[in-house]
């Protein structure tokens, strides 16, 4: 029971946080309040040492002394040890039990001392107490247990033994004493009162801040991730970006970034759905984190159907593309789906840091330019940014500047080439090929403008020129002889541009039906819906259409049936060395059945030899068009040469240079 009582009284409290906060306060006041005692007790050792025996003004105080200069120490050191709940607990519990004993030891010597001496001395035992007193329970002001236990201990005591003595002077320092004491009681309750209350309060801020800071990762990681395929997001690739030029800006260490774009991915939006769409986004993001380390390299989706890629230590251009192709390889195996399998491939552009750029913006630039340059030139392989792409962004940008400056109707013109029926040995059409001269940059390939053309936006004002010049020139020609002219994705993509060709077509009286526009695979599959919803137009209006350089393109044979074309114009890379090479025979016979199958009209382009020209013959192609035949002319040589050719008799086998 009494026990009970006692381990009430000194017990601490149960609020760890709270404790944790007194013992902190605790540690810095008991080392001064040990110095107050210490010094107070030598003091009185001193004024009583010729009055009282040696072992109340010597041996005592020579013990204390070195007791709390320990405990000192020890109260002090302890600030730096990480302490858990329970131990921070039995510190207070000790401060509060050495308080009982420590102020019992001191109160009693103080009493005994009282005994020895005059008047003076006698009142300074009176004085000691009370000071000292104040001046420990003001330094354990944070434990409020201390507090009444001193009070228990020391002033009671004090109080009782000076009321006892005879003198009222003494019984007045008793009444002084136990009213300061009880009065700093009071305010010590006081303090102790706020001082739970702040550090509650304290708590729960720092709680609130926890969960602030929490929910504040959390958004910030909901922010940086692509929430379909959980992958890192456009803005945490670009900030990783430039944390890691920060990093590497003054070791000017290299690293490799990569843009990965997946061909084909559209057509299996629009065949399988969306659904079918989103889950073959995150079986590639899947795919990339199972092949790749994901120390070495970051993987991010940038959006759509495109993902960036950031290699650390990339090793020599021959490994990142060699990585690069790995990929690649990865990504053609084909993606089973609940709505079936599809196909798609990666097209990858690269650029290492610092060579292609030192910039964020610049280095995706120069990535994205390598990755377009791939996709152009080379679907589903790796591009790397070179010094020549360099050299071509320069060009390009200045080509584009002259575009815009120049007096096109002026310095547009369109050359012709015959593609000859080397059956009825007479021209079947003619392919307009754009011409420009300007007075500064000289002649410009077509390849070259009509892509900077492209670029700014500008194309579809030189379409409409170029399409006019050729309409124009055409009028003065044969019935039988039609127009072929290219077009690119953008005249075919935009409504605009298309019913302005359409116009001009109804314009100029000419036959539609002698017309066939030749556009390229890629431009088709660049936009597949709306290019064949554009080239269904053109087909209504009774013109034709090409699909020019074809078999260079990515799109896989499976398209071939559902667009909507007339004729296959093979790309004239199979006929280069055709003759010195089987695999190109094969590939050309294989064209050619296909044509059959498909009910396709079929041209061949770049034939330059005879040789070239009688392996196509035997193999049953019979538009033919090349510089064996005829190189692209002017205006008057070709409306020459086809004035020389309706005079011709018409013959049932032809040779290129007796009809050229
Ligand atoms: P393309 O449509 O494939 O045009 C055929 C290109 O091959 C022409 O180059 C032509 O001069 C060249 N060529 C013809 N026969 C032979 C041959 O036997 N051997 C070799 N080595 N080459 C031959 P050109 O005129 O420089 O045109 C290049 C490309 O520019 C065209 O390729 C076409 O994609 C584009 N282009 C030309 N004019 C226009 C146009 O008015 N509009 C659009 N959108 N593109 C055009
Ligand atoms: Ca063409
Ligand atoms: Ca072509």
């Known amino acids: 029971m009494l026990q009970s009582v006692l381990s009430s009284f000194v017990e601490p409290g149960d609020k760890p946080a709270l404790n944790r906060a007194r013992y902190e306060a605790l540690s810095k006041q008991i080392p001064v309040m040990y110095a107050i005692v210490i010094i107070d007790m030598l003091a009185m050792s001193y004024t009583h040492f010729s009055y009282a025996p040696v072992y109340l003004t010597l041996y005592l105080p020579a013990i204390l002394t070195p007791v709390t200069i320990y405990r000192s120490i020890k109260i002090y050191r302890s600030r730096f040890e990480t302490l858990n709940d329970a131990q921070v607990r039995r510190r207070l519990l000790t401060i509060n039990i050495l308080a009982a004993i420590l102020g019992a030891i001191c109160v009693g010597w103080a009493l005994a001392l009282f005994n020895y001496g005059d008047a003076y001395t006698k009142s300074h035992t009176a004085f000691f107490i009370c000071l000292t007193t104040l001046g420990v329970i003001a330094c354990l002001m944070h434990l409020r247990q201390a507090g009444i236990i001193l009070f228990a201990t020391v002033v009671c005591p004090t109080v009782i033994f000076l009321a006892a003595t005879d003198q009222s002077v003494f019984h007045a320092i008793a009444l002084n004493i136990l009213l300061v004491s009880a009065a700093i009681l009071f305010i010590m309750f006081r303090y102790n009162n706020d001082f739970t209350d702040m550090i509650e309060k304290q708590q729960i801020l720092e709680q609130q801040s926890k969960i602030l800071k929490i929910l504040s990762t959390e958004n910030l990681r909901l922010a940086n991730l692509d929430s379909l395929t959980t992958i890192p997001n456009r803005r945490r690739f ?17 690293f490799a970034v990569g843009i990965l774009d997946l061909d084909g991915f559209k057509q299996v939006n629009d065949v399988f759905g969306h659904p079918a769409g989103d889950q073959l986004l995150i079986d590639t993001s899947v795919r990339l984190r199972e092949l790749l380390d994901k120390d070495e390299v970051f993987i991010a989706r940038l959006g759509g159907d495109e993902f960036g890629l950031i290699l650390n230590n990339p090793g020599s251009e021959r490994e990142v593309i060699a990585l690069g192709n790995q990929i690649c390889d990865e990504l053609l195996e084909p993606f089973e789906m609940k709505e079936g399998s599809a196909q798609v491939a990666g097209t990858i552009g690269f650029a290492f840091f610092p060579d292609a750029g030192d910039t964020p913006s610049v280095l995706f630039e120069r990535a994205d330019y390598a990755l377009c340059y791939s996709k152009q030139n080379c679907k589903g392989t790796v591009g790397m940014f070179t010094e020549e792409h360099e050299t071509l962004i320069r060009e390009v940008s200045s080509i584009a500047h002259r575009l815009r400056e120049a007096d096109l109707s002026e310095e547009l013109s369109v050359y012709f080439q015959p593609i000859i029926n080397t ?21 410009i390939p077509p390849n070259v403008f009509i892509r900077s053309a492209e670029q700014s936006g500008m194309v579809s004002r030189l379409t409409a020129i170029l399409f006019k010049k050729s309409l124009d020139a055409a009028a003065e020609w044969p019935e039988h002889v039609g127009l072929s002219f290219n077009l690119s994705t953008y005249d075919l993509c935009s409504p605009e541009s298309l019913l302005n060709l359409l116009n001009t077509i109804e314009k100029s009286n000419f036959k539609p039906e002698r017309i066939t526009f030749e556009i390229t695979e890629t431009a088709v599959m660049q936009d597949f819906m709306r290019a064949t919803h554009g080239l269904k137009l053109i087909r209504q209006l009774g013109a034709k259409v090409a699909l020019d350089d074809f078999g260079t393109g990515y799109s896989s044979l499976s398209y071939l049936p559902r667009m909507p074309i007339d004729r296959l114009k093979v790309d004239r890379s199979f006929i280069e060395d055709i003759e010195s090479s089987q695999a190109k025979q094969d590939i050309m016979c294989t064209i050619a059945q296909l044509c059959d199958n498909l009910n396709l009209e079929s041209t061949v382009e770049g034939v330059e030899n005879e040789t070239q020209y009688k392996i196509l013959d035997a193999m049953g192609y019979h538009l033919i068009q090349g510089y064996y035949f005829s190189k692209p002319l002017q205006q008057d040589e070709l409306a020459e040469r086809l004035v020389a050719e309706c005079e011709m008799p018409a013959k049932k086998s032809a040779s290129g240079r007796s009809a050229a």
């Open 423 to 443: 059956v009825e040995n007479r021209t079947f059409s003619c392919e307009a090929l754009a011409r420009w001269h300007n007075p500064i940059l000289g002649n």
């Open 238 to 254: 670009f900030s990783e970006l430039s944390d890691r030029i920060e990093e590497r800006k003054t070791s000017q260490e290299t």
